[in-house]
């Protein structure tokens, strides 16, 4: 994972942009394809890929 990758957003960050609850992304976690989520520490990194395929296109801005 480069951790310098535009397409890498925090849970937090990917919730927002998704429009869902952090809950919401925790309890999908074993749905993201392999590569596309890790842990650091106690926060979650996520891509833009990996959101898509679990969540769909992100809400509209």
């Given amino acids: 994972m480069n951790?310098?990758?535009p397409s890498l957003l925090s849970s937090r960050q990917a919730c927002q942009e998704w429009g869902i609850n952090d809950s919401t992304l925790r309890k999908r976690i074993t749905?993201?394809?392999d590569g596309t989520i890790r842990k650091f520490g106690s926060s979650w990194v996520v891509t833009r890929e990996g959101m898509s395929v679990v969540f769909g296109q992100p809400k509209a801005k």
């Fill in 31 to 33: 749905d993201f394809p």
């Fill in 3 to 5: 951790l310098n990758d």
